[in-house]
């Protein structure tokens, strides 16, 4: 989904599912980044807004990139973002839109055709 606000391009990454704070790091937002064919590569640095449900909108920058383990394996893989220490779990509520501000962007590639 693409949306338009004050002339700024927008696509919609992820809702805001899980959050938690690594000490000295950030906060991380969960569920994250998907990795499907198609799908915007986000690279570190990467400009992204976050709307909550109140309507607050906070633009920041992807600061990392997260690897989690999970006990069950997940129907769709995903990477969770850092945002920076200054951001806190309790500044993000859940429900949370992340949406990439960047014009620009390369996207996962799409397998290649068998011959």
Known sequence: MRVISRNVAMLHLFTVTDRFQIEG???V???GLSC?????????GARVRLRMPSGVVLDTVVKGIEHIRYAKMPEKITFPILLSEE?????????TEVLLLEENYETVPR????D
Request: hydrophobic fraction near 30%.
């Open 25 to 27: 790091r950030g906060c």
């Open 29 to 31: 937002l969960i569920p």
């Open 36 to 44: 499907e064919p198609g799908d915007p590569v986000v690279a570190l």
């Open 87 to 95: 951001i806190t779990k309790e500044d993000i509520p859940l429900g």
């Open 111 to 114: 397998g290649k055709p068998k």
